[in-house]
């Protein structure tokens, strides 16, 4: 009998799909500089005030990782998109 072998027979691929997924992953928190001059004109907020905003965000994205992990594994991951969702909605409903 031949042991099974489970080292996958084209490596290169999965290198390729991980590297594809970890650029996506990346590159939508990395590029918010690319938007930084739209939003300074339109909304006639300096980059300090949009920087600082973003780091806030990255902060809190940070620190709420390990409570929504906890809330997906006591009650299921269903769950925790909904509330991601509503308080979503919340953020952006906000009145300004």
Known sequence: MTPISRSPKHPWIVLICAATLVT????????????LRPVELDTGIGREAFGFAI???????GLAQPFVGALADKHGAGASRLW?????????CWPR
């Open 24 to 35: 996506i992953a990346m590159g939508i928190r990395q590029s918010f500089g690319l938007y």
């Open 55 to 61: 780091a806030v965000q990255n902060l809190l994205l």
């Open 84 to 92: 991601a969702g509503r308080s979503m909605r919340w953020g952006w």
